[in-house]
């Protein structure tokens, strides 16, 4: 490092220690008017910190977490207050984008004058790259930092209660006494309290546990214990000792094992000639990311660079302008920043007419909502090269008319300036240049006028370019939000979205998450609710309302839950002044009660103990004094713990004090819908029961009931009313939530319909004939409800004369006679006479025509290119696919064709050869099938495998693909390109034989599990974790999964000790995946930790995996411990010996009868072909 650039390093790390003391400045957000505080940066616990106005302090978000920090106003908070933000200049304000998740939360900031807006945006990236390169005991201290400074007392202490009641937090069950054990050794002054350097070291001593950790440290022979041999004294690794671990066990150069060291344990005592490893921090070495599997000298672009782009897989990403799913999610700029700045190298916009002659993107036909185009563009502009150099293809879905084609060809010259590609590099080129010779460049992908063809001729649409046949803009005539009765309780309405076709009316239900805008650039730990910031005290444990009892009442609560401590609370509606609350604590052995006085100031209700301390709710004068300490004569404390309602669920509609399990069968077996439920008395002493529908079926959960705590499974609460709303917003069993309470009326309802005992549960008696759901009519994908066939259909309006809280004011009743003689209806909803008659005039129009309506994919049937857009196109020209023409003489290297990944399958299963022969010079791009509303994604294994470049994916969703997606373009220093395996372009080779595999030599992978550190997850209870390995690739080489058994209660520190072998006959096309699993009490496995590599990318000896959650993102801390061993061997031997293998086991596994994986391993065999 140059002198030059120490200096500046030490002045950004200057600036940010000054961001510690905080800095007072303008916070706008989505959710209120902008609001003046201070913002400051606690290092020992890497937090953003907001103080409001009031005083409170308020955890934003963790360095760790952050993506983006970013100069200017360019942020939704500041869109929101127009007024306030041109009041703040440009130069003053900057946007931090943070999350775990793709869609970012923002912080928005104003600060008091350029410089000191300039010194935050240094000193965060500084704090920033600080927090990713970290070593594990700094990481190991902020979190715990975090946790102390939650529990300690006004002696900056805690108590063996606190670390008692922390240890679920860290994922382990301990029995007291071996707690107590703990706490003893660190509490030397035996004060029964300790501070945070001895709590420091208590997690030390559960989590490293030195004789349970030498049973994962072992050689090949499971009775050597490899730590005698790397730790003479066995109380430290020597330098020495750990050059030899280096060169022997992971195949390093020792050159580096000095720095390593001294790096990790960051020891000024240690920071000499000759460092040490304590053996605690050996083992904490070995499951950290400083130890990881994959190799760093991936982290640059290591690839030749000057091949053709065809030669080279593209990241690419579909309906790049979404957030979630493709019927009413939002439309977002920062979709594009986020994709780009993961290393995403080619991105969809699809554009519609807009208004002042500019285009909209946004998903036709849908209720996703609308962003502007030049928006889109200046943040393709300024976020494009950011994560790499290498060119950006704009892959362009048109719908636009030629005035609005020719605004988009100006703005694309005017926001992309030189960057935008126009012309050839080479005129007599024949092959595409390289991305080496692109960098820089934004390249589009269009359709291109035919030589001598104008603009005034049409030409004939290509269905594949614009979504394929089953996209929604071709086969919608009228689609919108719409409501419908809900399934189990008739008297309420759910929104739907319709879609209108020429024969069938399609709807899927609007969960209520898609219809509110949750987007919250507050805190990080705060609920996203519809609950406004007056009404949050509502769903508080802590609030009572009209207590029964009073007074008295309320000091009999604070007695039985003393043992919480000083500070415990509640807070009770005022028995003597109306409007006023009281707050009522124990301190000291004592009750105590404090009136919260209300006023009125204009719109606006003040809530206040003292009048110099006013909030603009309950909720946040609470929040405050759990912060800052109440003080009067003889008092001071902070709240504390709240003072959990007694038996609230008594009160609930869904608690059936008298039911039993029987009658809920038969109330829950009459309804079709997952998520129904009801809560009933259990089958035994102090417990209850949750019934619930799910997959045609009712299930029963026990909840335990002891020392008024509520337990389901391994998670607890403080109430069943608690319990209930948590499984509201989150899944209870699979991907079901409680969404349809059973209450006496709907009881009653279900009764009148027909008797219990009539027919007999699960029987379902619910009948929805409008129900149609064959594969024929799923347009709306795994999201479709239902469908209607309206040829021939009735339709009546009717008006509604009861207020409601949806709206209602019209039904429209609509008939169908598809099956004769029974007569199908739906009512419809609308909130407008002008609605419901719109929709009445388009059902009517095509239930009525003896004709064949033209659907709008007729009516686009050919369109028109705008001769100045189409000057643009250059390399990516979009033509339909010819099969014949492209199988025999291969593709065009300016040319490009598109294909659903349905239709790209058929061309796999019918020519293999000949798409490959194709993808030597020609393009393709593959995207989901249009029936994906759900935003779900595809396999894009086989796509590469036959050589296809661009294989699109729903980068917005976290599942499996996109986790595949992204661990294939991890390599190459994630720049969005890979160059493709040369066998690819091999005549003979054929993707699904392994025959034709030539001169590729095949890996031996010998894998240990052995363990596991500071697992995490999202919901409550304990984890009970499991390991799933599997390598995906050729066909040959997808073996079946490999599954540990799972460690009951203990996310902190299990081991396993598995070893599994697997043999890769093609590694340039395999990928291995780990998967960490929850067992929950239903026995699912829920995914909580994953992570992806290129086979070719990883490295062999004892290595630590960081796990990352389902969006791809580090969970920090969280890892698997494995000893790899990669050996190579002759081809044909190899594949021989581990079809012996496979038929040994199989045999075994017959005699056990476990069928389904035996199907998995006889269908392998068959694949998987040797010739002695």
Known sequence: MSRMTDVLFEEDALKAQQLESGKAVKRFTHRHRPESGQLKIRLETGHIIWVGSAGTSEIMTSLFDIKEVRPGKNSKDFEKWPDEARREDRSKCFVVCYGKEFKLKTLSVAALAADECNEWIIGLKYLIKEAHISPYPERLGRFLR??????????????????????????????????????????????????????????????????????????????????ERYSSDM??????????????????????????????????????????FYIEEFFQYLFSKENQIWDRRHDIVNQDMTKSLSQYWVASSHNTYLTGDQVASDSSTEAYARVLRMGCRCIELDCWDGPDGTPNIFHGHTLTSKISFNDVITTIRDQAFVASQYPVILSIEDHCSLPQQQEMARRFREVFGSALLTAPLDSNETAMPSPEQLKGKIILKHKKLPEGTDEATPLAANIDELGGEMELSKLSLKSAKVFLKNPVDSSAWQPHFFVLTQDRLYFTELQNDQEMDFEDSGSEHRLSTDVSDDERHLQEPWYHGRLQGGRSKAEELLAQNSHLGDGTFLVRCSENFVGDHTLSFWYQGKSWHCRIRTRQEGDTTRFWLKEDDCFESLHALIEHYRVYAIRS????????????????????????????????????????????????????????????????????????????????????????????????????????????????????????QMPLGAYPPDDNGADPAYVSNGEDNQILGSLQKGSLDIRGAETRIERVTSANRWNIQFIIRVTAHSIPQVPQTLELGCTSDVEAREWKEKIDAMANRSDVVQTRQQRESENRIKKELSDLVVYFRCVPFDPNKSFTLGGCHNEISSFPENKMERHMTAKPPGLLKYHKVGFSRVYPKATRLDSSNYNPIPMWNYGCQMVSVNYQTGDKAMQINEGRFLQNGK?????????????????????????IIPLNLNIKILGARHLTKSGRGYISPLVEVEIIGSDY????????????????NPMWRKTLMYTVYNPDCALIRFVVYDEDMFGEHNQIGQATYPVTCIREGFRSIPLKNAYSEECELASLLVHLKITK?????????????????LEELKLEGNEELVKNLESWLSRCKYTP
């Open 146 to 227: 975090t946790e102390f400074y939650n529990m300690e007392n006004q002696r900056n202490k805690i108590t063996l209660r606190d670390v008692r009641n922390f240890l679920p937090k860290i994922q382990v069950r301990m029995n007291y006494n071996r707690l107590r054990d703990y706490f003893e050794k660190v509490d030397v002054k035996k004060t029964q309290e300790i501070g945070f350097d001895e709590f420091y070291e208590l997690v030390k001593m559960i989590t490293w546990d030195k004789e349970a950790d030498k049973l994962l440290f072992v050689g090949e022979n499971e009775n050597e214990n490899l730590l």
């Open 235 to 276: 109380k430290t690794v020597s330098l020495r000792e750990f050059e030899t671990f280096l060169i022997e066990q992971q195949k390093e150069d020792e050159y580096y094992a000095d720095s390593i060291i001294k790096k990790f344990v960051l020891d000024p005592e240690r920071d000499v000639k000759d460092p040490y």
């Open 633 to 752: 004569q003889g008092v001071s404390v902070t709240l504390g713990s709240a003072v959990p309602q007694p038996n609230s669920h008594e009160r609930m509609e869904w608690y059936h004090a008298n039911l039993t399990r029987q009658e809920a069968e038969d109330y829950l077996g009459r309804i079709a819908e997952d998520g129904a439920f009801l809560v009933r008395p259990g089958g035994e002493p102090y417990s209850v029961a949750v019934s619930f529908r799910v997959d045609g079926r009712t299930k029963h959960c026990r909840v335990r009931q002891e020392d008024q705590l509520f337990t389901i499974g391994t998670a607890t609460f403080d109430s069943l009313v608690d319990l209930v709303k948590y499984y509201e917003r989150n899944f209870l069993f699979r991907k079901v939530k409680l969404r349809y309470p059973v209450t006496e009326r709907v009881m009653q309802s279900l009764v009148d």
């Open 975 to 999: 720049c969005g390109y890979i160059l493709r395996p040369d066998f690819q372009n091999h005549e003979d080779y054929d993707p699904a034989d392994v025959d034709t595999l030539k001169n």
């Open 1037 to 1052: 080489d997808c073996a079946p999964k490999y599954t540990t058994k799972s460690i009951r209660d203990n996310g902190l």
């Open 1129 to 1145: 061997e002759d081809s044909e031997l190899a594949i021989h010996e581990h079809r012996l293998e496979v038929i040994k086991i």
